[in-house]
């Protein structure tokens, strides 16, 4: 499974982006697929998350109101609708594929088998 993240960029307080993360290779071995982001000097943080179907979905208190997750299955592709962003969501932001073949979801990073190379966000005050 290979995953590519596109869509960040530098945006004022207030903004919007949109993310997207499309998935090739072995699509059919995903199930739940997660967004995280790590700011600079920072652990690597959970964001949000969407179950294989795309009917259950899972935020971060920090974003959740703000964000919104979806999935596009016929496309193999995932998205973060991120509204009323905040300097404090300055991070790069990655996607990540659960390939353990359970229902659940998971806001663990161990849980994701891959991941892709990331989609810095830049806002600004």
């Known amino acids: 499974v290979q995953l590519q993240a596109s869509g960040g960029g530098l945006v004022q307080a207030g903004g919007s982006l949109r993310l997207s993360c499309a998935a090739s290779g072995r699509t059919f071995s995903i199930y739940a697929m997660g967004w995280f982001r790590q700011a600079p000097g920072k652990e690597r943080e959970f964001v949000a998350a969407?179950?294989?179907?795309?009917?259950?979905?899972y935020y971060a208190d920090v974003v959740k109101g703000r964000f919104t997750i979806s999935r596009d299955n016929a496309k193999n592709t995932v998205y973060l609708q991120t509204n009323s962003l905040k300097p404090e969501d300055t991070a790069v932001y990655y996607c990540a594929a659960d390939t353990r073949g359970i229902a659940t979801m998971s806001l663990f990073a161990y849980a994701y088998s891959y991941w892709g190379q990331g989609t810095q966000v830049t806002v600004s005050s």
């Open positions: 969407i179950n294989r179907s795309g009917g259950s979905t």
